[in-house]
Structures are given as structure tokens and as C-alpha cells.
């Protein structure tokens, strides 16, 4: 019987279940009950954490063997030992989109049926490399790259890939390939922006005020947690953080587009234009 009641949901996703465990035993813990029962929360909330990830690899469909070896070289190269580009910023391994991700995207290509799909910030090449795998003859993916070594280790690993061809590496400001592309009048059915974080909105604005988007078009963001930044406490705050922050806020109050904002690896969302 209802009683008129709302009710608060209890939490089931392992994220809130999560986020409960650890508010109550913070709690806890501020109240001195630190006990067994105690302990085996603390271990329940590590096994959650620790499983999650994993678990999605581990029920993802297997990556090809392109992609397993593009993710094996970079994982293999000293990315410490790299002069920073101006425009791009310090090289990790971490910042390959990887096994999940690469395979959300490929299906996302897939969905839409892309033919022309355009990548802003590149790093080695897994996502471009993943899309053009879900692309049909004929279908293209323009890479846009700010460091001309990792342009060049990207190439390297295209040519063993059978759909390598499909992808052209455009070496240069993002910015400056957006506007000689919208020159030339090319359009995308799928984009994918994986660049600086403080230039997200820019290129956001650049592929909404021109005709870069075909109809129907979808754009993928990648890093829109970013590590927790944008909704951390203040002491926690970065300026990648706030920037990430400042373009959710915008996309959300634009009433260009609808959006949302998936919790795959690090934040992904996905946009597109609200047909008028």
C-alpha cells in the first residue's frame, strides 16, 4: 500500500554502494568505533573499488590484435624521457583510452553508421585505431596531433593494421585543422575530443558555429571526471579540474544540444545536436 511516503533509493550501483560504505565508516571512525566490523566494511569498500575495472575488461569483447600490440608498445615506451610540445603537455602511458573504452567507441562508430569520424588529440592512436575498425570501405578518421613524434610512433602502428589506411594524422594546432576543414566544407558523422583540457570548450564552440557536424552527428568527450577534479572540494581542485567543469556546466546549459555523461574509465560524454 502506498502511504504517500517518498522513500530515499538505497544505493545499487557499485559507485553509490561505494560512496555509502565509505560515508558510514568515515563516520565511523570519527565516533571511535573501529572494530571488526569495521575492518570488514573497509575491506568490502577496497574489493568494490578494486573489482570494478577489471571486471569490465574482463567482459568486454577482446580488443583485436592491433590494437593489443598499439597498447603494448606504448605501455613499453619511456614517455618521461619526452620534451613537452607547447600545445600538448607531459606523456603518459595512462592516457591511452585503452581495452573499454576502445571498444565503447568502435560500438559507438558502429550505432551510428560514421563513415567520417574526426579525432581531436590523438596521443598514440588506440581510439582513432578502434573507430576505423568500426568503419566501413571507404569510411575515414582525420587524427588531429600536436606532437609530431607521437604522430610518427601512431603511423608506425597503423601500418600493421589492415584498416590502417583509413586514418590520416593531421600534425599541427587542432584548431588550426578545424578551420581549414570547415573551409573545405568536410563534415563528420563522429567526433571524438581527447585534447587539452583547458581548450575543450574552443573546440566545442569551433565544431558548433560551423558546419562540421553532419546531421545526426555525435560528439564523444573524453575525460569529463578527470580523476574527480571537477566536483572535488576546493583544496582538491586542479585547473584541468575546473576547466573539465566549466565545459560540463556550458554543454549543460546549452540549448543547442542534449547530453550525458557516462562513467566509463575516466568520463565520457556524449553530445548532439537537438534538431530544430
Given at each position: 500500500?502506498?502511504?504517500?511516503?517518498?522513500?530515499?533509493?538505497?544505493?545499487?550501483?557499485?559507485?553509490?554502494?561505494?560512496?555509502?560504505?565509505?560515508?558510514?565508516?568515515?563516520?565511523?571512525?570519527?565516533?571511535?568505533?573501529?572494530?571488526?566490523?569495521?575492518?570488514?566494511?573497509?575491506?568490502?569498500?577496497?574489493?568494490?573499488?578494486?573489482?570494478?575495472?577489471?571486471?569490465?575488461?574482463?567482459?568486454?569483447?577482446?580488443?583485436?590484435?592491433?590494437?593489443?600490440?598499439?597498447?603494448?608498445?606504448?605501455?613499453?615506451?619511456?614517455?618521461?624521457?619526452?620534451?613537452?610540445?607547447?600545445?600538448?603537455?607531459?606523456?603518459?602511458?595512462?592516457?591511452?583510452?585503452?581495452?573499454?573504452?576502445?571498444?565503447?567507441?568502435?560500438?559507438?562508430?558502429?550505432?551510428?553508421?560514421?563513415?567520417?569520424?574526426?579525432?581531436?588529440?590523438?596521443?598514440?592512436?588506440?581510439?582513432?585505431?578502434?573507430?576505423?575498425?568500426?568503419?566501413?570501405?571507404?569510411?575515414?578518421?582525420?587524427?588531429?596531433?600536436?606532437?609530431?613524434?607521437?604522430?610518427?610512433?601512431?603511423?608506425?602502428?597503423?601500418?600493421?593494421?589492415?584498416?590502417?589506411?583509413?586514418?590520416?594524422?593531421?600534425?599541427?594546432?587542432?584548431?588550426?585543422?578545424?578551420?581549414?576543414?570547415?573551409?573545405?566544407?568536410?563534415?563528420?558523422?563522429?567526433?571524438?575530443?581527447?585534447?587539452?583540457?583547458?581548450?575543450?570548450?574552443?573546440?566545442?564552440?569551433?565544431?558548433?558555429?560551423?558546419?562540421?557536424?553532419?546531421?545526426g552527428a555525435v560528439i564523444a568527450v573524453d575525460n569529463t571526471l578527470l580523476?574527480?577534479?571537477?566536483?572535488?572540494?576546493?583544496?582538491?581542485?586542479?585547473?584541468?579540474?575546473?576547466?573539465?567543469?566549466?565545459?560540463?556546466?556550458?554543454?549543460?546549459?546549452?540549448?543547442?544540444?542534449?547530453?550525458?555523461?557516462?562513467?566509463?574509465?575516466?568520463?565520457?560524454?556524449?553530445i548532439r545536436r537537438v534538431e530544430a
Amino acid at each position: 500500500m502506498n502511504d504517500g511516503v517518498l522513500r530515499t533509493s538505497r544505493p545499487v550501483t557499485p559507485t553509490t554502494i561505494l560512496g555509502k560504505e565509505l560515508r558510514e565508516l568515515v563516520e565511523a571512525y570519527d565516533n571511535g568505533e573501529v572494530g571488526e566490523d569495521f575492518a570488514q566494511r573497509l575491506r568490502r569498500a577496497r574489493d568494490l573499488a578494486d573489482g570494478l575495472d577489471p571486471y569490465l575488461d574482463a567482459h568486454t569483447t577482446p580488443e583485436s590484435s592491433a590494437l593489443q600490440e598499439l597498447s603494448r608498445r606504448t605501455q613499453g615506451m619511456d614517455w618521461d624521457s619526452r620534451t613537452v610540445v607547447s600545445g600538448s603537455g607531459p606523456l603518459e602511458q595512462e592516457m591511452l583510452s585503452g581495452h573499454v573504452e576502445g571498444q565503447a567507441l568502435k560500438f559507438l562508430a558502429h550505432m551510428t553508421g560514421a563513415r567520417r569520424v574526426l579525432e581531436i588529440g590523438m596521443f598514440t592512436g588506440y581510439s582513432a585505431l578502434a573507430m576505423a575498425e568500426a568503419l566501413p570501405d571507404g569510411g575515414t578518421v582525420v587524427a588531429c596531433e600536436v606532437d609530431e613524434f607521437v604522430a610518427d610512433f601512431a603511423r608506425e602502428c597503423f601500418a600493421s593494421s589492415p584498416v590502417g589506411h583509413r586514418i590520416s594524422v593531421e600534425v599541427g594546432p587542432a584548431m588550426d585543422t578545424l578551420d581549414r576543414l570547415a573551409g573545405e566544407s568536410v563534415q563528420f558523422d563522429l567526433v571524438f575530443i581527447d585534447a587539452d583540457k583547458t581548450g575543450y570548450l574552443g573546440y566545442y564552440h569551433r565544431l558548433l558555429d560551423t558546419d562540421l557536424l553532419a546531421p545526426g552527428a555525435v560528439i564523444a568527450v573524453d575525460n569529463t571526471l578527470l580523476q574527480g577534479a571537477p566536483y572535488a572540494e576546493p583544496a582538491y581542485r586542479t585547473v584541468n579540474g575546473d576547466a573539465v567543469d566549466a565545459f560540463n556546466s556550458f554543454v549543460t546549459e546549452d540549448a543547442r544540444v542534449e547530453q550525458v555523461l557516462l562513467p566509463l574509465r575516466d568520463g565520457v560524454t556524449l553530445i548532439r545536436r537537438v534538431e530544430a
